[in-house]
C-alpha cells in the first residue's frame, strides 16, 4: 500500500505559478510511475503529467504542455509538479497517483491515489 498526501493547493491569480507537492508513504516507493491527473465536477478526469521512476521522461498532457513540469525527488518520497501561465481553466482538484510499470496517462492504469488538492485559478 502507498500513502500519497497533495499540498500546495489554493487560490492563485491568473498569469501567476503554482507548485503542488505530493508526499509517498507506506509501502516501498521504488519502482513507481507517478502521474498528476486533476478533475473537475462532471467532466472526466483529466491527464496532467507523468514521470517515471528514474525521473528520466515526462509526458504532459496538451493543454498544460509548455506550462507545465513535473519532478521527482525519490531520497525523500516526494513528487513535484509547477504549473506557469495559470488559466482560469486550470481551475480543478488536482491528484497526485502512483503506478507500477510504465509511466502513462490513461488514470484507470494508475492503483494509488491521493484525495486531490483543489487549485482556484481567478481571472
Known amino acids: 500500500q502507498v500513502q500519497l498526501v497533495e499540498s500546495g493547493g489554493g487560490l492563485v491569480q491568473a498569469g501567476g505559478s503554482l507548485s503542488l507537492s505530493c508526499a509517498a508513504s507506506?509501502?516501498?516507493?521504488?519502482?513507481?510511475?507517478m502521474g498528476w491527473f486533476r478533475q473537475v465536477p462532471g467532466k472526466e478526469r483529466e491527464f496532467v503529467a507523468t514521470i517515471t521512476w528514474g525521473g528520466g521522461y515526462t509526458r504532459y498532457g496538451d493543454s498544460v504542455k509548455d506550462r507545465c513540469t513535473i519532478s521527482r525527488d525519490n531520497a525523500k518520497n516526494m513528487v513535484y509538479l509547477r504549473i506557469d501561465s495559470l488559466k482560469p481553466e486550470d481551475t480543478a482538484v488536482y491528484y497526485c497517483?502512483?503506478?507500477?510499470?510504465?509511466?502513462?496517462?490513461?488514470?484507470?492504469?494508475?492503483?494509488?491515489w491521493g484525495q486531490g488538492t483543489q487549485v482556484t485559478v481567478s481571472s
Open positions: 497517483a502512483a503506478k507500477s510499470g510504465d509511466y502513462g496517462s490513461i488514470w484507470s492504469e494508475y492503483r494509488y
Open positions: 507506506g509501502r516501498t516507493f521504488r519502482g513507481y510511475a
